[in-house]
């Protein structure tokens, strides 16, 4: 899989820093956000994708060449490979 570069939009919660660690394990380069600042992580971080919650995704809205993934619980890593591969 591709290096990307992934902005993690969810509220604060170890689950957050889990996935965050486990998606930095597989090489990419990641940066956690909460909503609040979501916007501003976007501009000054740049991402290939956006990872989040509903409420994340639609704050960030549907940008062209930024791939979007919702993020469900529990998370399925395997599927959040593939959707990230698959782009």
Not at 14 to 20: C, W
Not at 70 to 77: A, D, I, Q
Request: no cysteine; net charge neutral; charged share 30%.
């Amino acid at each position: 899989m591709a290096r990307r570069r992934i902005l993690l939009i969810d509220g604060q919660s170890p689950h957050r820093d889990a996935l965050a660690r486990a998606l930095a394990n597989e090489g990419h380069e990641v940066q956690v956000s909460g909503i609040s600042e979501a916007l501003d992580q976007l501009e000054a971080f740049r991402p290939d994708a956006v990872v989040g919650s509903e409420d994340g995704l639609r704050i960030v809205g549907g940008r062209p060449g930024l791939q979007t993934v919702l993020l469900s619980r529990p998370v399925n890593m395997e599927g959040l490979r593939r959707v990230l591969r698959e782009s």
